[in-house]
């Protein structure tokens, strides 16, 4: 739970699509769903296809009605116009109206925020600049490549200086210096403050953008929490060593587990009160510790095994 | 929806009409009728081409062996008709249809994943989403029509030196045929998402349309033209009618029933021609003498020289009257055109003749001349008398002719004998008489009793145009009104 009063509520919402004829027999998309997102923070939504992150994104945005639960953005209902004016959606595998340039989108999407032109044209160039389009945003939508189109796909969800701002896979069909680059405006954003909702199939940038983390399976929420609370320590400490023994491992005897020896020195299962006993007898030994590092589960690893262990 | 939104979404339609490739195809072929407007010039006495090489009528006409020149009037015709083919047939139905194929694409696309994720996740209503894609479409006809009907306008004002301000309504008919065949599309497009979809629903929706009005235009022609027609033949018995059984006389009257809520629930497209038409006569009307549009169809262009209307006259009651004052001492001379109903009388000849018999009966008058005459394109019974009244000797003259089979006109002219016998007062009438003609009825493509006859603004109301373009505008506002109840329902 965040402290200050959230952005985003959402309580126990539900989604279920419609099939047949009289829409009776249905798909469960979304299933119970609770959270909470404060201000300025960058919240990340991750599930494996079909968990239901675009439904929840979708339903906060007013693009697909609710079955049941409820949702408010800024404390307002969800669908008011008002609240829509201070949202940014990049949607993922977004089509642009081709006939019109980067820079006409741009204007276009600025002003059914309710900007005028003035405010756009001055917010422009920045904007450009900041996604890499400076060059090219006189040319049509049609001739871009998808990486260009991503990257005024996420001007024309930020030119309105909106404060909350939803991203749908915004990385997808990038480069990874396109993918660096919108990283970078990304973080950029969350210095300004604005709150950022990222939905991403790579974790690794989740992993290294987002404050928060919920992941989603089968329209369910099956973990929230900070990135360091959905990656636990492994317990395993790896040491680089200068000047070590041949046999470092008859320096560690009767501490830790697992001993492994490695390029560069060592790695071993330890507690926590085992640790400093360690470096004590590596130190006595005359033996420089250049690095150690004690080893998370890396956010992929968290989330396939709490994915599959829901999924048994 | 602020002022920054709605420009927003204006600039959009307009950019997607100018892109769209069967726009610029279609303006290409406009420019191509257009232009020999400016480049051929049909003057009063010869072509003109590039304002510069003359080819003149009489030399046309001797080398196919025809010596008659080319009238004014028919001249005239020959623009009215360059204008009304190209507006009517080629930009009314195979324009309309065209564009209704070129825009059917602009709400589905709008619909697209992707596309309606970005779009309809803004603070727009999809009412405003929906209508800004409808006014696109609007966009694209608008500007095809002003370029097409104003185009052509300025080339015969400025080449031909020919003018008739009224063929500009032809942009607002072309717009509205368009615009209802566009709620259509537009609505069918939020169903199905499918711009293949729109398109073939529109076009079948409107060929069935069509069908519906032509059938129900046939049945009214049928029916009131039987009971109108008053045709007395000499020795003729009329046929006993043949027996119906109760099952066909039950089929016929459920034919009637559906033909009629069809015809008055679809909208009426095939109208909208009629509605220029009108439109177009109406300012032409408001110059001439007096027209009786809807009626007898009688139009008169200027009034004899010399007289004045009564302006409390008029054909129903008593007559229209033209008055002029005569030489100090004679009474007033007249010219009156009476009307009334051939159902109410024994016919057009039959009354000429039992009017010259009281003629040749009365002492005071002496028939001089009887026949046949031409009065307003048509056959004219005539007689001439001499009238003489306290010293005073008339001349008289009255014609007996008819508006189809449906009015008896009979004008009257009295006058003192000497002040009409001049030659400037005969050729004052003879102009009268040349400028009455009845340009509805001599359409020789129309049945007396057909619905384009009926139809107008002054009309009973299922002949009405007001009828007409209300029910047609209920139309495309209830189907706008599904679509967008259709549109808020979908989820992206």
């Known amino acids: 739970m965040v402290e200050s009063a959230p952005l985003i509520r959402v309580e126990e919402l539900g989604k279920t699509f419609g099939k047949g004829l009289l829409r009776k027999r249905g798909f469960r998309a979304l299933d119970g769903v609770s959270l909470e997102v404060g201000p300025g923070s960058v919240f990340g939504l991750l599930g494996p296809n079909g968990a239901g992150k675009t439904t929840l994104i979708k339903i906060l945005l007013g693009l697909i009605r609710r079955s049941d639960g409820r949702a408010s953005l800024f404390g307002e209902p969800i669908g008011d116009a008002a609240v829509r004016r201070r949202i940014g959606y990049l949607p993922e595998a977004h089509r642009l109206p081709g006939y019109l340039t980067g820079r006409q989108v741009i204007e276009l999407f600025g002003m059914l925020c309710g900007r005028d032109r003035n405010f756009i044209r001055q917010r422009m160039p920045r904007l450009l600049e900041l996604v890499g389009m400076t060059g090219s945003a006189d040319r049509k939508i049609k001739e871009y490549s998808k990486g260009m189109q991503q990257r005024i796909g996420l001007a024309q969800a930020l030119i309105h200086e909106p404060e909350l701002v939803f991203l749908d896979e915004p990385t997808d069909g990038v480069d990874p210096v396109g993918r660096a680059a919108i990283r970078e405006v990304v973080l950029e954003l969350k210095r300004k403050g604005t709150s950022i909702f990222i939905n991403s199939h790579l974790l690794m940038e989740v992993e290294l953008i987002c404050d928060r983390v919920v992941i989603m399976n089968r329209g369910k929420i099956i973990r929230e929490g900070t990135i360091a609370e959905l990656t636990p320590r492994t317990g395993r400490v790896r040491f680089d060593l200068e000047g070590a023994p041949d046999d470092p491992a008859a320096l560690v005897a009767g501490l830790g587990a697992n001993y492994e020896a490695t390029e560069t020195g060592f790695e071993i299962q330890v507690a926590d009160d085992e640790l400093d006993a360690l470096v004590d007898r590596l130190r006595a030994a005359r033996v420089s510790i250049r690095g150690l590092v004690r080893s998370r589960v890396n956010l992929e690893q968290a989330f396939i095994s709490m994915v599959k262990e829901q999924d048994r | ?492």
């Open chain 2, 1 to 492: 929806m602020n002022r920054n939104t709605a420009k927003a979404l204006l600039r959009d339609a307009y950019a997607q009409v100018v892109d769209n490739m069967m726009f610029r195809v279609l303006m290409v072929l406009l420019m191509v009728c257009v232009l020999p407007t400016f480049m051929i010039g049909i003057r009063e006495d010869a072509f003109v081409v590039l304002h510069f090489w003359r080819f003149p009528y009489e030399e046309i006409a001797a080398k196919f062996g025809g010596s008659e020149p080319i009238s004014d009037h028919l001249r005239q015709q020959i623009v009215a008709g360059l204008q009304a083919g190209m507006v009517d047939l080629l930009a009314g139905k195979m324009g309309v249809l065209l564009s209704v194929a070129a825009t059917a694409f602009f709400t589905p696309r709008m619909l697209e994943r992707g596309a309606a994720d970005t779009i309809f996740s803004k603070p727009v209503s999809r009412l405003a989403l929906m209508l800004s894609r409808y006014v696109a479409g609007l966009i694209f006809v608008s500007i095809l029509a002003v370029v097409l009907v104003g185009g052509m306008h300025i080339g015969l004002l400025v080449t031909s030196g020919y003018s008739d301000p009224g063929f500009l309504w032809s942009i607002l008919t072309l717009i509205y045929v368009f615009a209802v065949m566009h709620a259509f599309s537009t609505t069918v497009g939020v169903f199905t998402r499918s711009s293949v979809a729109a398109l073939l629903l529109t076009m079948i929706f409107f060929l069935l349309n069509s069908c519906v009005h032509g059938g129900w235009e046939l049945k009214e022609t049928a029916t009131n033209g039987g009971s109108n027609v008053h045709v007395r033949v000499e020795g003729l018995q009329p046929e006993a009618p043949e027996k119906v059984t109760e099952e066909e006389s039950r089929l016929v009257h459920w034919l009637i029933v559906t033909s009629d809520v069809l015809h008055y629930t679809l909208p009426k497209t095939g109208d909208a021609p009629r509605i220029a038409k009108r439109l177009r006569r109406g300012l032409e009307e408001r110059h001439k003498e007096l027209a009786d549009p809807g009626r007898t169809d009688l139009v008169i262009d200027t009034a004899p020289a010399g007289f004045t209307r009564e302006p409390r006259s008029s054909l129903v009651q008593e007559g229209a009257l033209w008055i002029c004052q005569q030489p100090a001492g004679a009474a007033e001379a007249t010219v009156r055109l009476a009307l009334r109903p051939l159902a109410e009388v024994e016919g057009r000849v039959a009354e000429a003749r039992k009017f010259l018999s009281e003629r040749e009966a009365d002492p005071a008058s002496t028939v001089v001349d009887d026949g046949r005459r031409e009065v307003a394109g048509r056959r004219a019974e005539f007689v001439e008398w001499h009238e003489t009244r306290e010293a005073e000797t008339r001349l008289r003259r009255r014609w007996y002719f008819q508006s189809g089979v449906e009015w008896l006109l009979i004008l009257d002219y009295d006058a003192e004998l000497e002040w009409a016998s001049a030659p400037e007062r005969e050729q004052a009438l003879d102009t009268f008489l040349a400028g009455m003609h009845f340009p509805e009825i001599d359409d020789p493509f129309q049945n007396p009793h057909s619905y384009e006859r009926k139809f107008g603004f002054d009309a009973e109301w299922k002949y009405n145009a007001w009828f007409s373009i209300g029910t047609t505008l209920a139309f495309l506002v209830l189907t706008l009104l599904v679509g967008w109840w259709k549109l808020s329902r979908i989820d992206f």
